[in-house]
């Protein structure tokens, strides 16, 4: 069954370190994207990609980049300038005229 | 830019009670929008959307219509059931932001028997 893989489901990072989230799609879709979802704050935009080896920075890309090497893949690595890491991580794709597919996550908490 | 803004909740009902949770937006043009719902511990889902200024969408009993007079997007259920109980975003296509998807902050619906 087509779908988007998200993992790990959980990760712990000490401070200070970097951590990549791995977001992979088999549904041929063109366009991809990563959200961070904090209580109270719904959803907002990290990154997005609509193209393989193009991306563009959303609402909140400060302490994060990303990579689309392959239209499958767009994994998202969380840096140390990222001051509060600690949340939940989701990724989603789209194909035009299609709807959006997201991804069951990733929790990232810094320890 | 381009934004949602919902109701704060939560939202505390009881079974059977209407339901109503405002969303307005800003945005160029008339972009389409989007209820969707996260049940707990499970992934986002897509609730119900409109393209078009007018339309109603509408999906197990919940009900939103475009009104672009107003911009907003109002969710709406005639009589809740405790299998309702989460959270919901409202949401638009930003034509500033490729096709990504903004969302309002989320409104959390608990229902009691």
């Not at chain 1, 200070?16 to 088999?26: A, I, K, P, R, Y």
């Not at chain 1, 989701?90 to 908490?109: D, E, I, N, V």
């Not at chain 2, 911009?71 to 259920?77: G, I, N, P, V």
């Amino acid at each position: 069954d087509g779908g988007i893989t998200q993992s790990p489901k959980y990760l712990f990072r000490k401070e200070g370190q970097n951590v990549t989230l791995s977001c992979e799609q088999n549904l041929n879709h063109d366009a991809m994207y990563w959200y961070r979802q904090d209580p109270g704050q719904g959803l907002r935009l990290i990154y997005y990609s609509q193209i393989v080896n193009d991306f563009q920075k959303g609402d909140i890309a400060e302490g994060y980049s990303v990579s689309r090497e392959k239209k499958e893949s767009f994994p998202l690595t969380v840096t140390s300038a990222q001051k509060n890491p600690t949340a939940f991580y989701l990724c989603a794709s789209k194909a035009q005229g299609h709807g959006y597919t997201f991804g069951s996550g990733t929790r990232l908490t810094v320890v | 830019g381009d934004s949602v803004t919902q109701m704060e909740g939560p939202v505390t009902l009881s079974e059977e009670a209407f339901l109503t949770i405002n969303c307005t937006y800003t945005a160029t043009g008339y972009p389409s929008l989007f209820w969707y719902v996260q049940y707990p511990g499970e992934g986002l889902q897509l609730l119900l959307k409109a393209t078009k200024a007018d339309d109603k969408g509408s999906n197990k009993g919940f009900e939103a219509t475009y009104r672009k007079e107003t911009t907003s997007f109002h969710l709406e259920k005639g009589s809740v059931q405790v299998s309702d109980s989460a959270v919901y975003f409202c949401a638009l296509i930003s034509n500033q932001a490729g096709t990504a998807l903004i969302f309002g902050k989320g409104t959390t619906l608990s229902v009691s028997s």
